[in-house]
């Protein structure tokens, strides 16, 4: 049976924010083998678990694949496969790796074409390659994602201006009060999202940022970068009594703003409205602070306004984008349908054969005329000689084509050391000069 990649996910779409966070697996979470052992069925597996999604990419064999993901899935976060399969997307094969593609390049994420994501897939890449879970099919297959979101950076405008969801939450906060000149920023985390975050707040100028965080030393390297001010996180209670909006983007497993907490805030404030944005999954902001009167809670899904006219101004550019990543990923496809040892013997044996006969025309054309004799009796010497130097390797191959990964190595060197996938050029190929003949 051969290998497939597989794909399976829950992201912006496909469930809400509250199923989202049941689901989400934290960093100190996100070793893959503790996730999704991998044996036989299940050879390499990557996970990216970003504020927006949770995806497991796995490259296996056999009907089992699916339903071992989600139990493991589901038994990490503490509850049943019932609750997180009709959530879950699954995506196989050339699906599998076109969704891949279209994350990577932007195009499937809440804000069309934001940055954020690419970086995202590289650390999760660099924690499966150390964590010895990525191997010969998902690094050829990472790498592949990476330069197909070059392309569409550099083809296309799908991410000239593109925002991101810290765009977003500052980009409703500018609407909620119209200019920002003289309120207080609580921007809560000191993660990328709420960096992001305080850099667009900066842009507009006026209003004083407060930053916050549990490792305190965050809090002041991201308070002198934007000419704010910081406090330690047990002072959040207070220093939530004199804000005006709260952006908060922690990584923490449970809510650091609760009800309990809110109450007596709100009290002090005196009918003083708060307004809070919070953009990360899990939660930041407990969901029933938003029954308190005077606070507006929102959340990553209540971005939709600011996200749909993004999209709306890109959509030209992103089917520009959808045509590079159809044909990347097509690509990829193929070269995964050559990993097969009969396709590999194959392109072997025709390669060398279209070498030698190239040459002999060559040969054929400097000597002058040959009778139709002479000419036949070249090609079948040629053909022998072309035999007989693919009969070793092609032998070894087949032999060793068996064992488990070795063989699928074995496959992937012989198609570099043959160049069958037209990948390697010569040194001298890149200054511009013809080599000597």
Not at 197 to 205: M, R
Not at 356 to 367: A, H, N
Request: aromatic share 6%.
């Amino acid at each position: 049976m051969k290998r497939t990649v597989y794909l399976f996910g829950l992201n912006h779409r496909s469930a809400d924010v509250a199923v989202r966070e049941s689901f989400a697996l934290s960093d100190a979470e996100c070793r893959v083998c503790d996730v999704i052992p991998l044996d036989a069925a299940i050879t390499e597996a990557l996970i990216l678990s970003t504020c927006n999604r949770v995806e497991i990419l796995a490259v296996g064999e056999g009907e089992g694949v699916r339903q071992k993901v989600l139990e493991c899935w589901a038994g990490q976060c503490g509850r049943s496969c019932d609750e997180l399969a009709p959530h879950v997307y699954m995506h196989e094969g050339t699906d599998a790796v076109l969704h891949l593609f279209r994350v990577a390049s932007g195009l499937d994420s809440l804000v069309l074409g934001e940055p954020q994501i690419l970086g995202q897939l590289k650390d999760a890449y660099r924690k499966a390659l150390e964590q010895k879970a990525s191997k010969v099919i998902l690094n050829r297959l990472l790498h592949k994602a990476f330069m197909t979101a070059k392309r569409v950076r550099t083809e296309t405008g799908v991410a000239s201006s593109a925002v991101s969801v810290s765009y977003a939450a500052v980009s409703l906060a500018r609407r909620i009060f119209g200019d920002l000149q003289g309120k207080t920023v609580l921007v809560v985390g000191a993660g990328e999202m709420a960096e992001l975050a305080a850099t667009h707040l900066a842009e507009g100028q006026g209003a004083h940022l407060a930053f916050t965080n549990r490792t305190y030393e965050r809090a002041m390297v991201l308070a002198t970068r934007f000419k704010g001010s910081s406090f330690p996180f047990d002072e959040l209670p207070v220093r939530l009594e004199e804000a005006d909006i709260v952006i908060s983007s922690t990584g923490a497993p449970e809510p650091v703003i609760t009800l309990e907490m809110m109450r007596p805030v709100m009290k002090k404030r005196r009918d003083k409205p708060l307004f809070c944005i919070d953009i990360a999954v899990p939660r930041d902001v407990e969901d029933a602070v938003s029954t308190l009167d005077e606070v507006y809670l929102y959340n990553i899904d209540d971005l939709s306004e600011v996200v749909a006219s993004n999209r709306a101004a890109r959509q030209g550019e992103a089917r520009k984008a959808e045509g590079i990543v159809a044909d990347e990923a097509e690509r990829f496809c193929a070269w995964m349908h050559s990993l097969g040892l009969q396709g590999t013997i194959a392109d072997i044996v025709h390669r060398s054969e279209s070498i030698m006969e190239e040459e002999l025309e060559k040969t054929l054309r400097r000597i002058g005329p040959v009778t139709p004799e002479t000419a036949e009796a070249l090609r079948l010497m040629i053909a022998a000689m072309a035999k007989k130097l693919n009969h070793d390797p092609i032998t070894y191959l087949k032999r060793r084509y068996t064992e488990e990964d070795t063989g699928m190595r074995l496959v992937t060197l012989a198609r570099s050391l043959f160049n069958l996938d037209g990948e390697n050029v010569p040194d001298d190929a890149h200054l511009g000069r013809k080599r000597r003949p």
